[in-house]
Each structure stands twice: as C-alpha cells, then as structure tokens.
C-alpha cells in the first residue's frame, strides 16, 4: 500500500522560504514519477514540479522556475525548496506519485494528505 505524507508548511511572509518534504513508503512497480501539485481555494489544481524517480529529470512550471526546486533523496524522500513565495502562492500543497510526469492531475497514481502553506504581504 503507497502511502505519501507531507511536512514543511507553514506561514511566511512574502519573499521568505519554506521547504516541503514528501515521505513515500510502499513503491510499486510503475512508479516513475514524483510531483508536488498545489491548491488555492476556489481554484483547480495545478502541478508546480515533476521528478522523474531513475532518470531524475525534473521540470518545473513557468510560474514557479527559478524559486522551487524539486529534488529526491536516496530514502525516495521528496522535497520542494521553495524561495521568494508569493502571497497568491497560498495553497494546500500536495505531493503524488504516478506512473510518469502527467500535467493532468487525475492521471496519477496516489496523493498525500497535503500540507498548507500560507504566504503573507
């Protein structure tokens, strides 16, 4: 059984940084892929960053290159570092795991609880 569980949110005020961390147990064999999503109230779910769990490609959204960097660690923890947060950044955060990198969130495989991050001006 895939269980994925979130840490690392929290409150900062705009421009600080946070570090999200997604404990995975119970791999299955179609993994290959893990994902940091996010959610605002009131809006669709959208993918901030994907990780490519063997090639350890990752790509990261246009609205949040060059401030989050996904990144995995030898125990298939994954973790997002996210820099110079914005305030409409506040959203419930997400990490997944799937069978490959999709952009449509219903495509993969299994979700974590979720952890909330909130950004004030």
């Known amino acids: 059984q895939v269980q994925l569980v979130e840490s690392g949110g929290g409150s900062v005020q705009a421009g600080g940084s946070l570090r999200l961390s997604c404990q995975a147990s119970g791999y299955t064999y179609s993994t290959n892929c893990m994902g940091w999503f996010r959610q605002a109230p009131g809006k669709e779910r959208e993918g901030g960053a994907f990780?490519?769990?063997?090639?350890?490609?990752t790509y990261h959204a246009n609205s949040v290159k060059g401030r989050f960097t996904i990144s995995q660690d030898y125990a298939k923890n994954t973790d997002l570092e996210m820099n110079s947060l914005k305030p409409e950044e506040t959203a419930m955060y997400s990490c997944?795991?799937?069978?490959?990198?999709?952009?449509?969130?219903?495509?993969?495989?299994?979700w974590g609880q979720g952890t909330q991050v909130t950004v004030s001006s």
């Open positions: 997944a795991e799937g069978s490959a990198c999709y952009f449509a969130p219903d495509r993969w495989d299994y």
């Open positions: 990780i490519h769990t063997d090639a350890g490609n």
